[in-house]
Structures are given as structure tokens and as C-alpha cells.
T-cell receptor, first 115, second 111 residues
Framework: GAVVSQHPSRVICKSGTSVKIECRSL??????MFWYRQFPKKSLMLMAT?????????EQGVEKDKFLINHASLTLSTLTVTSAHPEDSSFYIC???????????FGEGSWLTVV | QKEVEQNSGPLSVPEGAIASLNCTYS??????FFWYRQYSGKSPELIMF????GDKEDGRFTAQLNKASQYVSLLIRDSQPSDSATYLC???????????FGKGNQVVVIP
């Protein structure tokens, strides 16, 4: 299958700071990428859909000013958690839509801990 | 109604048996359906996708789709301990490339 790389895999930050997570499709172009959050033992929650060259579409209840998404190229989308708080600690996962196959492949996920 | 529902609780099956997982979806416009496997602390891994009514087999996995009943299932034959994981059902929502997930079903294969 196609490869999606996510970085960093783990990050610890102080409360009030910002953290950027990158999602890269390594061997295909992805016009659409998705960002999910998953709390322990809970299901994936879609945060936003990111389309290359346009503004992301956020799900209801997700603060767009807090979770900044940029999809500036066909292979890279970034999620920036601004003014992070301990309740933002979670597993953040991206997926990239491989249009040619109509399949979504996931990155490895990023564990964020806010202290 | 949730977009994708997986209502069964944890499923325990003996090694070598068949594990059966079910999923329903609410959007009749959904065209593509997926099963992902997620090990604890890891990202989901795509194991099956199905677009057409009927069965699709890949190794020990069989996905079944019934669009009239808005129902997708996954069968795991000859279950192995390595199959112990959470299985997530997903469906694309009509027209906008969103992928909605069910809450997942935990499968435990007992040696």
C-alpha cells in the first residue's frame, strides 16, 4: 500500500505553547488529507478535512483557530495545535486519500502530551 | 443516528475459529467501505475495502456489503492470536470525500 509518514511520533510540550505535526504522502499525491484525534480506548474522531490549496473543513465542535491546518502542497499537510492545554493531550492521526485508488492511508500517528 | 455504527461489544474467539464483525451506515450515498485493524497505541491499518454488493475475499478476510440493508460485515477465518485488535468500519460519505468511522470492535483471539 501507499506510504504516509507522520512526524513527530511523540511530542511533549508545555501548556500554552504550540505544536506542529506534519503529515506527508511519500509515494503519491494527496489532494485530500484528514486529521483525526483519538483518546485512549475511544474511536477515531474526525477533526477536519484538508484540501490542497484551500481552507480546511472543520467538523462541528472543532475550533479552527486552535487547530490550524495547512495543506500547501499535494504531499504535505500540517496540523498546529495552538496554545496547547493538557486536555489537548491525545493521539493525532492523519490520513491521505489516494485518489487513484479511492483509498485512505493512515500515518503512524502522533502522541501529544501537554504538561 | 450515527453515520457508521458498530454496536457489538468485545468479541472473544478461540484460535482457528471464525470472527464475525458487523457494521451499519446511515448515508445511502456512501459508495466505498473499509475495514481497518488497529493495534493498541498504533495507527489504523487498512485490511479490506469493498465497493460493490456481495462478498470480497482476501486471504483469511472476507468483506460483505449489502447496500439495500446498509450493512457491511467482516469475517476473519482461521483466527490467529495476531488478529487480536480493534477493527474499525469506515464509509465514505456521499459527495465530499469524508471518511466516517464506527467506534470499533475489539477482537480477542484465545490461543
Amino acid at each position: 500500500g501507499a506510504v504516509v509518514s507522520q512526524h513527530p511520533s511523540r511530542v511533549i510540550c508545555k501548556s500554552g505553547t504550540s505544536v506542529k505535526i506534519e503529515c506527508r504522502s511519500l509515494d503519491f499525491q494527496a489532494t485530500t488529507m484528514f486529521w483525526y484525534r483519538q483518546f485512549p480506548k475511544k474511536s477515531l474522531m474526525l477533526m477536519a478535512t484538508s484540501n490542497e490549496g484551500s481552507k480546511a473543513t472543520y467538523e462541528q465542535g472543532v475550533e479552527k483557530d486552535k487547530f490550524l491546518i495547512n495543506h500547501a502542497s499535494l504531499t504535505l499537510s500540517t496540523l498546529t495545535v495552538t496554545s496547547a492545554h493538557p486536555e489537548d493531550s491525545s493521539f493525532y492521526i492523519c490520513s491521505a486519500l489516494y485518489s487513484g485508488q479511492d483509498l485512505a492511508y493512515f500515518g503512524e500517528g502522533s502522541w501529544l502530551t501537554v504538561v | 443516528q450515527k453515520e457508521v455504527e458498530q454496536n457489538s461489544g468485545p468479541l472473544s474467539v478461540p484460535e482457528g475459529a471464525i470472527a464475525s464483525l458487523n457494521c451499519t451506515y446511515s448515508d445511502r450515498g456512501s459508495q466505498s467501505f473499509f475495514w481497518y485493524r488497529q493495534y493498541s497505541g498504533k495507527s489504523p491499518e487498512l485490511i479490506m475495502f469493498i465497493y460493490s454488493n456481495g462478498d470480497k475475499e482476501d486471504g483469511r478476510f472476507t468483506a460483505q456489503l449489502n447496500k439495500a440493508s446498509q450493512y457491511v460485515s467482516l469475517l476473519i477465518r482461521d483466527s490467529q492470536p495476531s488478529d487480536s485488535a480493534t477493527y474499525l468500519c469506515a464509509a465514505t460519505l456521499g459527495g465530499n470525500n469524508r471518511l466516517a468511522f464506527g467506534k470499533g470492535n475489539q477482537v480477542v483471539v484465545i490461543p
